[in-house]
């Protein structure tokens, strides 16, 4: 397997992992015709790609588009947003983000895409761009992120698992099996408590639970100037 070039790799990974519309579908066989030609994944990798791509472009169009959102925008298990997995939705994902667009602009990529710079086909545009081996250590640094993913997509039994696989595989890593956390169903995730019934179903108190009363004294008013 040839590790030393792999950006057109990198860069037909990126479509595939990006949303299956019509003009991504009929470009599959010349993708597939690039990384066979780069020769960067191996054998086994490289047939299952061919797998993933043929039914991709070969499926009915409404039910491979479906397929892609129920695998990667229903849940933070398999989310293509790498920081999703580290940060959630915390205060901390902000900085992290930035400081992703600052490394893209030091690679001398600037990003103007309307997707999120952690964005795993925006990750491997960059990762395109850049000296093998910077590359290489750039996508092995989020490898305990794509495991996760890989692990959910295998947990599902999920075709997409390949191309994640394939990405592990140009970060010189091998898949490793990792614990997944039950996703929390959607519904639940965005429901909100019922008025006065508790702050919130996540916070201190829980709906349908007593909730505590807390009785204060006020302090006596000043006498002078004050009518009683």
Not at 12 to 32: G, I, K
Not at 109 to 120: G, I, V, W
Not at 165 to 178: H, N, Y
């Amino acid at each position: 397997m040839k590790t030393s070039i792999f950006s057109m790799s990198c860069r037909v990974l990126a479509r595939v992992l990006d949303y299956p519309h019509a003009e991504m579908r009929a470009a599959l066989p010349e993708l597939f015709a690039v990384l066979t030609e780069e020769g960067a994944l191996s054998p086994a990798r490289l047939a299952e790609m061919k797998a993933l791509m043929g039914t991709l472009q070969q499926g009915d169009a409404y039910e491979v588009e479906a397929r892609y959102v129920e695998s990667f925008d229903r849940g933070r298990a398999t989310s293509l947003h790498m920081f999703e997995h580290v940060h959630g939705d915390s205060r901390d994902r902000g900085p992290a983000l930035i400081d992703l667009q600052q490394t893209y602009a030091a690679g001398g990529m600037f990003f103007e895409a309307s997707e999120l710079p952690d964005y795993l086909p925006v990750v491997l545009e960059f990762a395109s761009t850049q000296p093998p081996e910077t590359a290489k250590a750039f996508l092995a640094e989020m490898a305990h992120i794509l495991n996760a993913i890989h692990s959910g997509l295998i947990k599902r039994d999920n075709p997409y698992a390949a191309a994640i696989g394939a990405v592990l595989e140009l970060a010189g890593e091998k898949p490793q099996a990792v614990q997944i956390t039950v996703d929390e169903a959607l519904d639940e995730a965005w429901q909100e408590p019922a008025a006065f019934d508790g702050c919130s179903s996540k916070g201190q108190s829980k709906p349908g639970a007593s909730q505590p009363i807390h009785i204060v004294r006020k302090t006596a008013p000043h006498q002078e100037g004050v009518r009683p």
